[in-house]
């Protein structure tokens, strides 16, 4: 598995990347399959099979407060939390907080490219990053992936639109 260090270009950037103390240690693959095994994105996957997916990520850490994703932009890479939170937002509107084991960033790849909401860092984050839009992939490599990502879409809309209930005069016919 890659770090991923990024070197600061501003001051402001070099300022939030100086402090080293909120990053956890480095982690292998293995103990990453160990943490992740009950996350939604896993579910019904052979232990086996979850290190095998997770050989084909990159790491990433953000600062509490970064932005992640912004909305509208163009984006090719899956992220996968293990640990922080990130507050997901449409047009301002906050929608959703997400947390170890969640991921984010599916929409653009499997989508027009374009990044349906941001997403921010509300705390310190460790996220596993599938670059370039390897997730098309990925899913094929490993189809209950693909099971699990399109059950987490429908639940992620149903909750967006709200649970409707038929009219009463459908009910009754």
């Given at each position: 598995?890659?770090?991923?260090?990024?070197?600061?270009?501003?001051?402001?950037?070099?300022?939030?990347?100086?402090?080293?103390?909120?990053?956890?240690?480095?982690?292998?693959?293995?103990?990453?399959?160990?943490?992740?095994?009950?996350?939604?994105?896993?579910?019904?996957?052979?232990?086996?099979?979850?290190?095998?997916?997770?050989?084909?990520?990159?790491e990433?850490?953000?600062?509490?407060?970064?932005?992640?994703?912004?909305?509208?932009?163009r984006?090719?890479?899956?992220?996968?939390?293990?640990?922080?939170?990130?507050?997901?937002?449409?047009?301002?509107?906050?929608?959703?907080t997400?947390?170890?084991?969640?991921?984010?960033?599916?929409?653009?790849?499997?989508?027009?490219?374009?990044?349906?909401?941001?997403?921010?860092?509300?705390?310190?984050?460790?996220?596993?990053?599938?670059?370039?839009?390897?997730?098309?992939?990925?899913?094929?490599?490993?189809?209950?992936?693909?099971?699990?990502?399109?059950?987490?879409?429908?639940?992620?809309?149903?909750?967006?639109?709200?649970?409707?209930?038929?009219?009463?005069?459908?009910?009754?016919?």
């Amino acid at each position: 598995m890659k770090v991923s260090p990024r070197s600061p270009r501003g001051r402001a950037e070099a300022l939030v990347a100086q402090p080293w103390e909120w990053l956890p240690p480095a982690t292998v693959a293995g103990e990453l399959a160990s943490s992740l095994a009950d996350a939604p994105l896993f579910a019904g996957v052979a232990r086996q099979a979850i290190v095998e997916a997770l050989a084909n990520f990159d790491e990433a850490r953000y600062p509490s407060g970064r932005r992640v994703l912004v909305e509208g932009l163009r984006g090719s890479d899956f992220f996968l939390i293990v640990t922080g939170t990130v507050a997901v937002a449409i047009d301002g509107w906050r929608l959703a907080t997400l947390g170890p084991g969640d991921f984010f960033g599916e929409m653009a790849i499997l989508g027009a490219g374009l990044r349906t909401a941001s997403v921010r860092a509300e705390t310190p984050l460790h996220c596993l990053v599938l670059p370039n839009g390897k997730l098309e992939t990925l899913l094929l490599d490993h189809p209950q992936l693909g099971i699990n990502v399109l059950h987490a879409l429908v639940s992620r809309f149903t909750n967006l639109t709200g649970r409707r209930q038929p009219p009463a005069s459908e009910l009754a016919g």
